[in-house]
């Protein structure tokens, strides 16, 4: 790339905003290396927190006794957010300026680090990962709207949204791993000051990144508020459900509240001029598909890593660390197949990697169902986590790739924003989901378990409160009492892996089916052809490995 003079710090003027929101002016090497390591690590805090947050789950319980439904609120916290606001979160830096949207995120993420780090509560660690979540909203989207916006050439381009992407999948593999070395040495709050300490290092990175703005648009209030509303409660729902009961009357009344918040959003969008999201897209079939392999892709992802990260912490007593390194299998081959899954779909097409990844995925999952117990040992699993990673890294890239090309050029923009809601959608249902089901499996599952091991009865409702409760200490426990629980609980865990399995074989139905298999030439209004949704398919699918794990996520 040519060197020349950097832009002017400071806002755009208005003669400055060109389509896409590119400033016509280059930065120089030095100003374009450091924009790319500011946002390498911005992305690397936002998918740290995910896994980093999914390996405290046990530590958390033990000290602050939190029940197994309030557990899986901790980690679907963050990605709530995150679901709920990264639309509007690119639309604020667009009016705005993403610099600003992007120094802001890692701000707010440093109040949500610090209010977990300081917090003696359950309630605390939540609200602590909802301040969170909106700084990780608020990084993504930016993120790569500052990258594509310094670096305008479609070629270099796609090699720095790639080692933005691999930036976001080493902060997935090395969140386990960090947060095992630190709960080895220090109490569990340092798990998030890490996260806090990673964001101060990205705002003073970042410091020197030019301003940049988007198209001229409008912040859709009504239609981001109705969004919100309708999956908070869609999550409520699913996680009180799996402890009250799905037909309970405050689950019931959850259900109607996300029903209608959900109607009032696509009423409330086909009716505006400037739509978040404009539903005409979703007349596409191949559009729909991708949206609901999008929401799979990370629905497993997340779901298999806290089912396993509860499955070795609490069943099989290893530390945080040791269970980092044991599902390093499955995030390490995960970033290397989506990074090269990402450069061979133009040769490939879509449906092949989408179809073939959900298919092992779901063999995989259909695999720990049926191999997981309280005595299996890694060395007859890991294996399965290769698979694993590798069948979510094959459909990472393809889906928001298959994104842009369902839609007219013009809308390829709103399409990635779509595609990136609907994973981290698929996120926090799958940690809410899956984690509901093992709390509720677990309660179920224990008192036949306990009379199999001959625990007696009397003992029985101390048991069910210390589960309940999370309050139940391993030192003290019998044998039996611990084998049952194990069992039981490991019995949740096979429902979780045989729910994943299930609805990967669904997706994979559905990309064979429905999904476009290669960029085509659109016609009517607007700007699409051939050539430039293909260039867009091809600039995207580099960064959607990383856009894909919002873990999130495990994230």
């Not at 040992?377 to 399965?384: G, I, P, Q």
């Not at 892996?497 to 085509?520: G, K, Y």
Request: proline share 5%.
């Amino acid at each position: 790339m040519a060197s020349t003079p950097p832009p002017a710090p400071g806002r755009l003027r208005p003669a400055d905003r060109q389509p896409g929101g590119q400033n016509p002016h280059q930065p120089s090497r030095r100003t374009a290396a450091l924009t790319l390591v500011a946002m390498c690590l911005g992305a690397m805090t936002t998918f740290l927190l995910v896994t980093a947050s999914v390996s405290a789950l046990s530590a958390i319980q033990d000290d602050l006794h939190v029940s197994p439904t309030g557990l899986v609120w901790i980690p679907s916290a963050y990605t709530l957010l995150v679901a709920g606001l990264v639309m509007s979160a690119g639309t604020i830096g667009n009016l705005y300026g993403r610099k600003r949207a992007f120094l802001a995120g890692a701000a707010v993420m440093i109040v949500g680090s610090l209010t977990v780090y300081a917090s003696g509560s359950t309630g605390g660690v939540i609200a602590g990962q909802l301040v969170s979540g909106v700084g990780g909203a608020l990084i993504l989207p930016n993120s790569l709207a500052i990258l594509g916006a310094a670096f305008p050439d479609p070629h270099r381009r796609t090699e720095v949204v790639t080692a933005w992407a691999a930036a976001s999948g080493i902060g997935l593999a090395a969140g386990p791993l960090i947060a095992g070395t630190l709960l080895d040495h220090f109490h569990w709050n340092t798990v998030f000051l890490s996260t806090a300490a990673l964001a101060v290092v990205t705002m003073a990175a970042a410091a020197r990144v030019a301003e940049s703005r988007g198209p001229a648009g409008k912040l859709d209030v009504p239609g981001q508020v109705l969004a919100a509303v309708g999956i908070a409660a869609l999550v409520y729902a699913l996680i009180e459900g799996g402890h009250d009961g799905y037909t309970s009357a405050r689950t019931v009344v959850a259900w109607c509240v996300a029903a209608a918040a959900l109607t009032g959003f696509v009423l409330v969008e086909r009716a505006a001029r400037a739509p978040m999201l404009d539903m005409s897209l979703f007349r596409s079939a191949s559009f729909s598909a991708v949206m609901f392999v999008a929401a799979v892709s990370l629905f497993g992802f997340t779901g298999v890593a806290i089912l396993s990260v509860l499955f070795y912490e609490r069943v099989q007593e290893l530390s945080a660390l040791d269970v980092g390194w044991r599902l390093l299998a499955f995030f390490g081959v995960y970033v290397v197949v989506a990074y090269a899954t990402g450069r061979v779909i133009r040769r490939t097409g879509f449906k092949l990697p989408l179809t073939v990844g959900f298919l092992v995925g779901a063999a995989a999952t259909a695999g720990f169902a049926g191999t997981l117990d309280p005595g299996t040992s890694y060395a007859r699993v890991w294996w399965l986590y290769v698979v694993f990673g590798a069948a979510c890294g094959m459909v990472a890239a393809p889906s928001t790739a298959a994104a842009l090309v369902s839609v007219s050029h013009e809308h390829a923009g709103m399409a990635s924003g779509a595609v990136n809601a609907f994973r981290q959608i698929g996120s926090v249902t799958g940690s809410a989901l899956l984690g509901a089901l093992l709390a509720s499996r677990l309660q179920s599952r224990l008192p036949g378990r306990l009379d199999a091991h001959h625990v007696p009865r009397a003992a029985w409702p101390a048991v069910e409160q210390a589960v309940s409760t999370g309050t139940g200490g391993h030192g003290t426990t019998p044998p039996n009492v611990t084998a049952a629980v194990g069992e039981a609980f490991t019995s949740g865990v096979h429902v979780g892996m045989a729910v994943v399995a299930a609805v990967f074989l669904c997706a994979a139905l559905a990309s064979a089916l429905l999904i476009r298999n290669r960029p085509h030439h659109v016609t009517g209004t607007g700007t699409g052809t051939g050539t430039g949704t293909a260039t867009a398919s091809a600039s995207a699918s580099a960064s959607a490995s990383a856009s894909a794990a919002a873990s999130g996520s495990a994230g």
